[in-house]
């Protein structure tokens, strides 16, 4: 198994940034990609960016320029550095762990609210 915990919501201004962490713990030597997904109210779960073990990056269209996926694996950690968010970035926000027979492993959720 894998757990996943995040941290960095909040609530920020539009131009605004905000980065959020999720450290992974359990069986994590069977990851093969982290990433982020989020919830907007009244939507369906998307995806926002992820990260493969090469490092390969896939992101949103609605996130390219904006968002930044790295991960530090000395410390089990994926974080997604937002910088100028907007009102239609309010969601929330979940890690997510894919393990190598691609089981799917996801964080609580953490609030990100873009207001003004």
């Known amino acids: 198994q894998v757990q996943l915990v995040e941290s960095g919501g909040g609530l920020v201004q539009p131009g605004g940034s905000l980065r959020l962490s999720c450290a992974a713990s359990?069986?994590?030597?069977?990851?093969?990609?982290m990433g982020w997904y989020r919830r907007a109210p009244g939507s369906q779960r998307e995806l926002v960016a992820t990260?493969?073990?090469?490092?390969?990056?896939n992101y949103a269209d609605s996130v390219k320029g904006r968002f930044t996926i790295s991960r530090d694996n000395a410390k089990n950690t994926v974080y997604l550095q937002m910088n100028n968010l907007k009102p239609e970035d309010t969601a929330v926000y979940y890690c997510?762990?894919?393990?190598?027979?691609?089981?799917?492993?996801w964080g609580q959720g953490t609030q990100v609210t873009v207001s003004s």
């Open positions: 997510y762990a894919r393990r190598v027979d691609f089981t799917p492993f």
């Open positions: 990260r493969t073990n090469s490092g390969t990056t």
């Open positions: 359990g069986s994590i030597f069977s990851i093969s990609a």
